[in-house]
Antibody, heavy 119, light 110 residues
Framework: EVQLVESGGGLVQPGGSLRLSCAAS????????MSWVRQAPGKGLEWVAN????????NYVDSVKGRFTISRDNGKNSLFLQMSSLRAEDTALYYC????????????WGQGTLVTVSS | QSVLTQPPSVSAAPGQKVTISCSGS????????VSWYQQLPGTAPKLLIY???KRPSGIPDRFSGSKSGTSATLGITGLQTGDEADYYC???????????FGGGTKLTVL
């Protein structure tokens, strides 16, 4: 069974840092682009970042550029999102997702990990 | 303000058909494939349609997708109460160089 499990969320003060992890199983991670998508409480989905199969290409939404870093360890079947200089507006449920097909279709999604930025 | 525009809500009776529109531009829908997701309350999104009109295994053919120009449409026939959810369109934007989602549409099955 193809599965993604996120971890690492929690409560952090504004300006703080957090590292999210996504454990992949049931498929060959090194064969897929991977993405992070977030959802603020009661709001819609927002694409955050993606990374290519070997980690050499990365893209970010403008609001996180320079603050967030996406990375991967294919040998450990893991995807990461290092978040720094966190702001209240980064509060959200963060999902990792496998990219399939063409033009960024996501399947499956993990269950999400909640990040709360508050003093 | 989302890059892709969806109606905030749609509704229809059980057994009926509903369509959900997604409007974009030449930098996204106009030149890229569109995918659609269903998010049931309290759960992670699930892929319904990818590459405009393809269904992953396990998705019933009550769900269909189409694209014309800079707009895409999700169709759901034979509505069931279990279809009540938020639906999102998504694609890649070549100007922003990011993925982009619609604002989401809440489906109510009356």
């Amino acid at each position: 069974e193809v599965q993604l499990v996120e971890s690492g969320g929690g409560l952090v003060q504004p300006g703080g840092s957090l590292r999210l992890s996504c454990a992949a199983s049931g498929f060959t991670l090194s064969s897929h682009w991977m993405s992070w998508v977030r959802q603020a409480p009661g709001k819609g989905l927002e694409w955050v970042a993606n990374i290519n199969e070997d980690g050499s290409k990365k893209n970010y939404v403008d609001s996180v550029k320079g603050r967030f870093t996406i990375s991967r360890d294919n040998g450990k079947n893991s995807l990461f999102l290092q978040m720094s200089s966190l702001r209240a507006e980064d509060t959200a449920l963060y999902y990792c997702a496998r990219v399939i097909g063409i033009d960024e279709a996501f399947d499956p999604w993990g269950q999400g990990t909640l990040v709360t930025v508050s003093s | 303000q989302s890059v892709l525009t969806q109606p905030p809500s749609v509704s229809a009776a059980p057994g009926q058909k509903v369509t959900i529109s997604c409007s974009g531009s030449s930098s996204n829908i106009g030149n890229k494939y569109v995918s659609w997701y269903q998010q049931l309350p309290g759960t992670a999104p699930k892929l319904l349609i990818y590459e405009n009109n393809k269904r992953p295994s396990g998705i019933p053919d009550r769900f269909s997708g189409s694209k014309s120009g800079t707009s895409a449409t999700l169709g759901i026939t034979g509505l069931q109460t279990g279809d009540e959810a938020d639906y999102y369109c998504e694609t890649w934007d070549t100007s922003l160089n990011t993925g982009v989602f619609g604002g989401g549409t809440k489906l109510t099955v009356l």
